[in-house]
């Protein structure tokens, strides 16, 4: 495992070259040593209030189905879009929130610093395990009143999952009622690339449909990065599961009331653009997208990011 600095600037905006070009250099020197053999630690010139780091326990390479070890663009993506919000506004604050295919677990220990509760949920216990180690290492960067759960959750299981009485070691990331309660309570979920199969999405609307299907409205925001690869069905380069992933939403600007069939999830594409860089130091690229989903609901009415 590798571990991974995000360096966050945390003021109102986002991190200056220079402040970069700092920040790189340091990372240049945080494991020289002396004659002695101890370690030189550098020194900012800038106060260090100004600044939190995640530290985040990752693999550099994974096979599919340890995909959940690896840090992704769209992650760290996402990782902007809520710093974003938490500067700009306090639409974060005091919420309940929940991580689906939560990875590394990196965007839901940023709503924890504002959230009241946060659940991050991924399957099998060694992606579950590096999460809670990930917590672990932040423990100091995590806000101090929220209250944050590593849980499993299987998206081809039935929802709510079976209750547990008394944990033992191999079901510590089991459920009990009044986290089942709690999580009813979540307003924002977040998620980030786990659109690359027709498969794996088809289980993900299924577990959204169940999770946003109960009061209060919730939104989904969900960061994918379109992934191209030459397919003989198509005899062209094309980005495998987009579509069928699309096929899932009605765009936002349709008339509901000529299409009772239409989609049951209403999306909408966040502008890029208009999301400063926090975390150093990733190149976005350009196929990685923002969408804020909700379940459809003619009465329901869009949180302007």
Request: aromatic letters at 10%.
């Amino acid at each position: 495992m590798d571990i991974l600095w995000i360096l966050n600037y945390v003021e109102n905006e986002p991190i200056e070259s220079s402040l970069r070009d700092e920040w790189n250099s340091m990372g240049a020197k945080v494991c020289s040593l002396d004659e002695d053999g101890d370690l030189i630690l550098a020194r900012r010139k800038k106060k260090s209030q100004d600044y939190f780091v995640v530290s985040i326990q990752h693999n550099i390479t994974s096979s599919i189905p340890r995909v959940g070890l690896q840090v992704w663009r769209a992650e760290l993506v996402l990782a902007d879009f809520v710093l974003h919000m938490m500067h700009k506004s306090s639409a974060f604050h005091g919420i309940v929130a929940v991580e689906l295919g939560a990875g590394t677990g990196l965007v839901g220990m940023l709503l924890a610093r504002v959230a009241k509760s946060v659940f991050i949920t991924d399957h099998g216990d060694e992606v579950l395990q590096n999460c809670s180690e990930n917590i672990h290492l932040n423990a100091g960067v995590l806000g101090t009143k929220a209250s944050v759960f590593v849980r499993e959750l299987d998206w081809n299981a039935s929802w709510p999952p079976q209750v547990l009485e008394n944990f033992s070691s191999q079901q510590r990331y089991g459920w009990s009622i009044s986290e089942i309660e709690e999580i009813q309570r979540a307003t924002i979920l977040v998620a980030a690339d786990v659109i690359y199969s027709d498969d794996l999405t088809d289980a993900f609307f299924s577990i959204l449909e169940l999770l946003m299907c109960k009061s209060p409205e919730k939104v989904l925001y969900l960061a994918l990065e379109k992934r191209y690869n030459f397919t003989v069905d198509d005899l062209d380069v094309v980005a495998n599961g987009y579509s069928h992933f699309r096929s899932y939403l009605k765009d936002d600007e349709e008339d509901d009331s000529k299409n009772k069939s239409s989609p049951s999830f209403v999306g909408k594409r966040i502008n890029l653009t208009e999301i400063p860089q926090y975390v150093v130091e990733y190149d976005r690229g350009n196929d990685v997208e923002i969408w804020q989903i909700m379940r459809r609901n003619l009465n329901s009415q869009y949180h302007k990011p």
